[in-house]
T-cell receptor, first 111, second 118 residues
Framework: QKEVEQDPGPLSVPEGAIVSLNCTYS??????FMWYRQYSRKGPELLMY????GNKEDGRFTAQVDKSSKYISLFIRDSQPSDSATYLC???????????FGGGTRLMVKP | GAVVSQHPSRVICKSGTSVKIECRSL??????MFWYRQFPKKSLMLMAT?????????EQGVEKDKFLINHASLTLSTLTVTSAHPEDSSFYIC??????????????FGSGTRLTVV
């Protein structure tokens, strides 16, 4: 079993839809949770991060962490074609520790 | 914000030759750099962790003699793929730690290098 599981997709949605991306993990030591967006042939860029359980909102993006279920989510509201990319969840046990990545979910937002 | 420059962005080389990829932190000192490899439609696979002035720590299964990592200064780390073979063709990404505070814990990624060995 992988330490971090993420549905690879692809996930195809119409423009304006609400997108839900998820990851599950097995290591209860993880405390820091991040979502990265990666466009084709580019390096990942940080979208959101959350410490421990809870929600965090930034514009159209909302990150949720449920440590009791070992489940994290990223919601994208009013999705745009420019949101089409691969979304990677990542987590670590401590600030500055090595990141463990999920496999990434490919999202396609159709105009 | 913190910027990591990685180059070349794309390189094609002949089998048996060596290729060097550079990763530079432009506006901060990177105490630690990470090198990842990514296959098509796959996630990032950590290859090694390098700390300035010391030997890199390689992940299990990564050949240290094939993937030479040098982190000679706080702003530069290099990955050299020696005696490249077609199976080394991949997307290589570096990440530097030490440039940010708070939100990203100082992890900044380079834009990646696509290596094709023919």
């Amino acid at each position: 079993q992988k330490e971090v599981e993420q549905d690879p997709g692809p996930l195809s949605v119409p423009e304006g839809a609400i997108v839900s991306l998820n990851c599950t993990y097995s290591n209860s030591a993880f405390q820091y949770f991040m979502w990265y967006r990666q466009y084709s042939r580019k390096g990942p860029e940080l979208l959101m991060y959350t410490y421990s359980s809870g929600n965090k909102e930034d514009g159209r993006f909302t990150a949720q962490v449920d440590k009791s279920s070992k489940y994290i989510s990223l919601f994208i509201r009013d999705s745009q074609p420019s949101d089409s990319a691969t979304y990677l969840c990542a987590m670590s046990a401590g600030a500055g520790n090595m990141l463990t990545f999920g496999g990434g979910t490919r999202l396609m937002v159709k105009p | 914000g913190a910027v990591v420059s990685q180059h070349p962005s794309r390189v094609i080389c002949k089998s048996g030759t060596s290729v060097k990829i550079e990763c530079r932190s432009l506006d901060f000192q990177a105490t630690t750099m990470f090198w990842y490899r990514q296959f098509p439609k796959k996630s990032l696979m950590l290859m090694a962790t390098s700390n300035e002035g010391s030997k890199a720590t390689y992940e299990q299964g990564v050949e240290k003699d094939k993937f030479l990592i040098n982190h000679a200064s706080l702003t530069l780390s290099t990955l050299t793929v020696t005696s490249a073979h077609p199976e080394d063709s991949s997307f290589y990404i570096c990440s530097a730690r030490g440039g940010g505070q708070g939100v990203n814990y100082g992890y900044t990624f380079g834009s990646g290098t696509r290596l094709t060995v023919v």
